[in-house]
Nanobody, 115 residues
Framework: QVQLMESGGGLVQPGGSLRLSCTASGSAFSVYAMGWYRQAPGKQREMVARVSRGGSKDYLESVKGRFAISRDNAKATVYLQMNRLQPEDTAIYYC?????????WGQGTQVTVSP
């Protein structure tokens, strides 16, 4: 089992940047595929970015070129660098760890993009 703790959310103006971090504890981090998901009020949770054990990445179409996911296995941490943020990026962002279909979630961190 793995425990996930997100940090780095906050309030930012349109066009600004934030970096989210998710640190894992309790199990071998490197075996997990890691991802960031988000859920806006009244909407379903959606995948924003994910990185496999081997380092391959994929992104939600609307964040390509603006967001970048990375992982540091030595620090058991996954990051989400978010640039050129827009109001539609406002949501609670959740960290996810997945191994052989078993998924673990963090508690979420709020990102608000507003003038």
């Amino acid at each position: 089992q793995v425990q996930l703790m997100e940090s780095g959310g906050g309030l930012v103006q349109p066009g600004g940047s934030l970096r989210l971090s998710c640190t894992a504890s309790g199990s071998a981090f490197s075996v997990y595929a890691m991802g960031w998901y988000r859920q806006a009020p009244g909407k379903q949770r959606e995948m924003v970015a994910r990185v496999s054990r081997g380092g391959s990445k994929d992104y939600l179409e609307s964040v390509k070129g603006r967001f970048a996911i990375s992982r540091d296995n030595a620090k058991a941490t996954v990051y989400l660098q978010m640039n050129r943020l827009q109001p539609e990026d406002t949501a609670i962002y959740y960290c996810n760890a997945n191994y052989l279909g078993q998924a673990f979630w963090g508690q979420g961190t709020q990102v608000t993009v507003s003038p």
